[in-house]
């Protein structure tokens, strides 16, 4: 009788300690947690691929005599920093890491941007059908990071707002659930400045 109405107590308990731990956002933080490792596992998965189309559109590049030799070392320091980086899932709960990271990442955005502008003033490149291709690959894989890149931006949202919202911030707080750092834009600063406008001058015809 006594082991009975002891296992009814325990079992008891942890209903009450189940329902405890629902009511203050314990599950959601799991739920949230696991999207923005979901998230982030697709960010990388999609810098992963344009990493990999690189070394083609370089070893393409590299046959055209006399293109612009600075813009393509450019590339290949850049992709070397980005990659340096170790892009573990730990990494969204460092936000010092996170933002070199994503330095990183940006520097090589920029580098392919100014080597797909200056490829335009070689025709042969223009006429190569393999560098085409891999043109084409890359403008995708570049649409596919951006939509990665939001969704996490999204998931990451949603889990700082239960993490600093009452009464799940105490939640946060016992569990250790720190806020997690999401993209910014690289020239955040140079946007947020509104812009010089001069009427000092007509302007030209």
């Known amino acids: 009788m006594v082991r009975r109405v002891s296992r009814s107590l325990l079992a008891a308990a942890l209903v009450l300690g189940s329902l405890s731990l629902s009511g203050c ?3 959601e933080f799991q739920k949230l947690d696991e999207q923005v490792n979901a998230g982030w596992a697709e960010v990388l998965n999609q810098y992963q691929r344009r990493a990999d189309l690189i070394p083609n559109i370089v070893a393409t590049v590299k046959g055209e005599a006399g293109f612009e030799q600075d813009t393509l070392t450019k590339v290949i320091e850049a992709r070397s920093r980005a990659t340096s980086i170790q892009a573990t899932p730990e990494l969204v709960n460092n936000p010092e890491a996170f933002q070199k990271f994503q330095a990183a990442q940006g520097e090589l955005t920029g580098a392919l941007s100014r080597l797909m502008v200056v490829s ?3 025709p042969n490149l223009k006429a190569n059908a393999a560098f085409q291709d891999l043109r084409v690959q890359l403008e995708g894989t570049e649409n596919r990071i951006t939509v990665a890149r939001n969704r996490y931006i999204k998931d990451v949202q949603a889990y700082n707002v239960l993490a600093r919202s009452f009464p799940s911030n105490l939640t946060a707080m016992v569990f250790s659930y720190k806020t ?3 993209f910014t834009v690289s020239n955040e600063a ?10 000092d001058k007509p302007a030209s015809k």
């Open 180 to 182: 997690k750092p999401g």
């Open 120 to 122: 335009e003033q070689y």
């Open 25 to 27: 956002g314990y599950n």
């Open 190 to 199: 140079a946007i947020s400045a509104p812009p010089a406008v001069s009427f």
